[in-house]
């Protein structure tokens, strides 16, 4: 299971404002009906952050996973070659497999 904090996962606040007026793309709602059963959103994230996290536009977003001893030096290290990298989430404990975002 992974745990996602919404606001940490960078996004153009355009993109937002977009969704937020009902502008959607077919890949989202196609990624939305694919997905949506493995994800369980906290009651506070707004609906377009939700639809913003299904968006297939990411150009290639990349997830890794680190002990998180080990996950800050990991951002550094990778900053120093000239990746942007920040820790948006948290790899927990053997579950479903489902994706929880708060």
Same mark, same amino acid.
């Given at each position: ?6 606001? !940490? ?7 937002? &404002? #977009? =969704?937020?007026?009902?502008? @959607? *793309? /077919? %890949? ?13 959103? !906290? ?7 939700? &639809? #913003? =996290?299904?968006?297939?536009? @990411? *150009? /290639? %977003? ?13 951002? !550094? ?17 053997? %579950? ?7």
């Amino acid at each position: 299971r992974l745990r996602l904090r919404h606001r !940490a996962v960078p996004s153009f606040p355009a993109a937002l &404002d #977009l =969704l937020a007026r009902g502008m @959607t *793309s /077919g %890949g989202m709602v196609s990624n939305h009906a694919a997905f949506s059963s493995r994800v369980e959103f !906290a009651p506070e994230v707004p609906a377009p952050w939700r &639809d #913003l =996290l299904f968006d297939p536009q @990411t *150009s /290639g %977003g990349l997830l890794i996973a680190a002990a998180p001893a080990q996950a800050e030096t990991l951002v !550094a290290d990778l900053g120093q070659d000239g990746v942007t990298a920040i820790v948006v989430g948290e790899v927990l404990d053997a %579950g479903e497999g489902r994706i929880l975002v708060d």
